[in-house]
């Protein structure tokens, strides 16, 4: 039996795999937080197919006695809920992988026996009552590798049940109790046994998603409007706000279509609120001609787009940072914006909430850029500081004689509200004189296009620069963007290289000034990127004027996993 | 008809001699100026066309936005400011073509705004093609043949979708324009008004004397309370009834249902976050 005990930089990997609606979720929800409660850091993330039910979903859940916040492909566990999990995962099981199942589910799959832990889960739970336990019998039988007794978990069990019924409260202690007592008396069940250590600090830590976290920080950035359209993977910001939108007075509606949400929040934000959308691919397609407006109406605007793979409609829950030109190119005829692409949890809370203010300030459009892999995935991180976090209102009270596109110096006119002041906002999508009527003077033209494009300017002298992780001075430049910088940063330190660093983009436009000798000092430089077309490897040699040596680039659907692509990167080094 | 505090003074106006949209423009400010609205208070909202300018030729605030989206920032502007009186105005082709799908579902949302349609059967900006109104048989550049298409019925599919208040006039007739705008804009809810009126360079077929050949106003037994009622005289074959079909008088706006201003009457631009209310929220997710 092989020692899975975590050493130093050695984490457990569990995987979960079950058909979708079986409750493999409860048991990722239940699991993930009795580790943190009991002071591990956990990280967990899942892919799943486009259906309700049936086909075959998994999640990664990984332990350890540091902080994990990245995908890997290794399993060390795998529970193992339908028939079809070996087949589902055959490319990420190795010989030491020990498999938690049925006998009679699994038994024809497994080739070794030693490997599998026989555990009835079904039976069990029919025993306490109903198949329907079987789940927490499941998370039971996980606890039992860590040195967490059943007892010690009961007060997670009541916080996590404590909507249900007294009844159902029990018979899932009982169901728990039941698990953990039979993997425990299984004569192979010492190959499961974890012996990571619990971090205290780690217990006041919070467990968020990366939708929480946008979530969170459109609330801390005063977002009160939201109208967005349904559609997998930015669904769940929508779902977040609108769950909390009594507590802080948040409109939340959904529209008939993206362009009306688009538009319903532009028009927000003309009479004063801070309003945002969400959407995906497609969904984000059809807000492009509402981008193009408010680049026009010099109307702030906050976009959440979360990537799926495309064209069309792709793969509608899987992964891709492919739209990052879209992003960029979005809506017609030419106009200032600020692309943002948060990697990490805290990074998605800041810039949300520095969204709105930085929408205010230049009214223009800015993107939150994520994809579906970072919006699914979660790990204990410090609770986000709102110290630093203010609602910076950049509107005015206008006078009488007050004109929205005011010429100005630096191309920003103040921001008049209608029936805030003794002025009229005229805001025109036509080409407009000062006042905001419209024009076709074609000098004017030019100085209403100048006044739009300056902003940019100033745009750029408050761009983000990109965060330089490993040593300064390096050889090799590992250049990554939003959603895959835990993993890269994971991969490029178990190299344990000195002459390797990693450049990370939280803002990908407009670039910060600093990103043309940081690329530039590098004599090699690898651009790792979701997508096929390497398409923020072309934007830094159009932006930064930079040379790429290498593109390393994944568009199966899927994240890349720290571990693998550590085995890429160490090749082209 | 003059009204001065909606006056623009001497300004160019982009419509043709004759067109039905003067009217319409006249019989706006008449009505805002008697109903006593304060230009600062009112928001006009139009998509784009000819009579999509209109807010440019009025003194007051206006968003005039794309084409086909008048009613979805409309939406957003009396939501995020309910005191604003809202007014959605634009051409026949705006809000019944391009921006049909918010035309239905703005009905079912029932913000508290005017939808104001400029309906002359006829593409004008674009030069003549057919309207989503226009008539079949009628000939355009495009439509060689005659439009073959069934007409769209605004006030069918208003009625349909139990909107608060549907009425229909024609231009050629100011005094009850204005009598049914106020209605209108006094509704507490969407309320729609169609208004009839020709395209003098690209219709000549629905010309004013068309109009007054072709309409005729609902009796005044008439009970515009009574949705049948309502939809079948909206669907009527031959002459076009005027006046108010419908009006349902039990609906809440939009805006009231959301929630947002329940216990709070501020408009979203004057509140604050609470950010000891976020901190505990945040706290939670260290719970279990």
């Known amino acids: ?573 | 008809m003059k009204s001065e505090k909606f006056d623009m003074g001497d300004i160019d106006i982009a419509w043709c001699p004759g067109c039905g949209n003067f009217g319409i423009l006249n019989v706006l400010k008449k009505t805002l100026d008697e109903l006593k609205i304060d230009p600062g208070n009112l928001v006009l909202v139009s998509g784009i066309g000819q009579a999509a300018k209109i807010p440019h030729y009025l003194k007051t605030n206006f968003f005039n936005g794309l084409h086909g989206r008048a009613l979805p920032p409309a939406t957003g502007i009396k939501a995020s400011n309910p005191s604003l009186t809202v007014i959605a105005e634009s051409g026949d082709g705006d809000m019944y073509g391009e921006g049909g799908n918010h035309f239905i579902h703005t009905i079912r949302r029932n913000p508290d705004i005017t939808n104001i349609v400029h309906n002359n059967m006829v593409y004008g900006l674009t030069k003549g093609q057919a309207s989503p109104t226009s008539q079949r048989g009628f000939v355009t550049p495009v439509q060689v043949a005659g439009v073959i298409l069934e007409p769209f019925n605004p006030l069918a599919v208003a009625i349909a979708l139990n909107a608060g208040f549907v009425a229909r006039t024609f231009i050629g007739d100011m005094d009850k324009t204005i009598e049914i705008f106020k209605k209108a804009i006094n509704y507490k809810g969407y309320a729609l008004v169609d208004v009839l009126q020709p395209c003098v360079t690209f219709n000549k077929i629905n010309t004013y004397q068309w109009f007054r050949d072709n309409t005729y106003y609902l009796e005044d037994s008439y009970d515009s309370h009574d949705r049948n009622t309502a939809f079948k005289r909206a669907t009527e074959p031959d002459k076009l009834p005027l006046g108010i079909f419908y009006i349902n008088p039990d609906k809440t706006p939009f805006e009231e249902n959301t929630g947002v201003y329940q216990q709070n009457d501020t408009p979203l631009f004057n509140r604050e976050v609470d950010y000891g209310k976020l901190e505990s929220l945040i706290s939670k997710y260290a719970l279990v």
């Open chain 1, 1 to 573: 039996m092989a020692n899975l005990s975590a050493k130093k930089g050695r984490d457990i990997s569990v995987v979960l795999c079950g058909q979708a609606g079986q409750g493999i979720q409860t048991v990722e929800k239940l699991f993930t937080r009795i580790l943190k409660a009991n002071g591990y850091h956990v990280f967990a993330t899942k892919e799943y197919m486009s259906r309700v039910r049936g086909g075959m979903n998994s999640t990664l859940i990984r332990i350890s006695d540091k902080p994990v916040c990245a995908f890997i492909d290794r399993i060390d566990i795998l529970v193992g809920l339908n028939k079809g999990t070996v087949k589902h995962l055959k490319k990420r099981i190795t010989p030491e992988t020990m498999i938690i199942g049925e006998m009679g589910v699994l038994g024809d799959e497994v080739e070794n026996k030693n490997r599998l832990l026989d555990i009835p889960f079904s039976e069990i739970a029919a025993n306490i009552g109903s198949k329907i336990y079987s789940n927490t019998v499941a998370v039971g039988a996980l606890i039992s590798m860590l040195s967490v007794k059943p007892e010690e978990v009961i007060d997670c069990l009541k916080q996590f049940f404590k909507d249900k019924s007294q009844e159902i409260l029990e018979k899932n202690i009982e169901a728990l109790k039941a698990g953990y007592e039979k993997a425990v008396n299984l004569e192979n069940f010492s190959s499961i046994k974890i012996k990571a250590a619990a971090i205290n600090e780690v217990k006041k830590q919070i467990l968020v998603n990366g939708s929480e976290a946008v979530g969170l920080g459109a609330i801390a950035g005063g977002c009160n409007f939201i109208s967005s359209y349904p559609m997998s993977p930015s669904t769940a910001v929508l779902v977040f706000l609108a769950q909390n939108s009594r507590d802080f007075g948040i409109l939340a509606e959904q529209a008939e279509d993206e362009i009306s949400a688009i538009n319903m929040a532009i028009g927000a934000w003309y009479a004063g609120a801070r309003a945002m959308v969400t959407t995906s691919g497609g969904g984000f397609a059809l807000m492009t001609e509402g981008i193009s407006l408010a680049g026009m109406l010099e109307s702030p605007m906050v976009i959440h787009l979360a990537q799926r793979p495309g064209p069309a409609t792709g793969l509608p829950t899987r992964t891709e940072q492919g739209d990052l030109e879209l992003a960029l190119y979005a809506g017609h005829g030419e106009f200032p914006r600020i692309i943002f692409a948060p990697g990490t949890l805290e990074d998605a809370f800041y810039l949300t909430q520095k969204a709105f203010n930085i929408a205010d300030k230049f009214q223009i459009p800015v993107f939150i850029l994520t994809d579906q892999y970072f919006i699914d995935s979660y790990y204990n991180t410090e609770p986000f500081n709102l110290k630093n976090c203010t609602v910076e209102k950049h509107f005015i009270e206008t006078s009488e004689n007050y004109r929205r596109y005011k010429l100005t110096e630096d191309g920003i006119s103040p921001r008049g509200i209608p029936g805030f002041g003794r002025g009229l906002v005229c805001a025109d999508s036509d080409e407009h004189d000062q006042e905001g009527h419209i024009t076709e003077d074609l000098e004017l033209r030019i100085k209403m296009v100048d006044k739009r494009l300056k902003k940019l300017d100033l745009i750029k002298q408050e761009s983000i620069p990109p965060e330089l992780l490993g040593p300064e001075n390096y050889e090799n430049l590992i250049i990554c963007w939003g959603s895959t910088i835990n993993i890269i940063n994971e991969a490029v330190s178990n190299l344990g290289r000195k002459d390797t660093a990693v450049l990370y983009f939280k803002q990908v436009y407009p670039l910060h000034e600093s990103a043309n000798k940081l690329i530039n000092k590098a004599s090699k430089t690898i651009v790792v990127e979701n997508n096929a077309a390497g398409q923020f490897a072309r934007l830094l040699k159009i932006h930064a004027d930079v040379n790429i040596s290498h593109n390393i680039l994944k568009y199966d659907g899927l994240c890349f996993a720290s571990d693998s692509i550590a085995e890429k990167i160490k090749k082209l080094l």
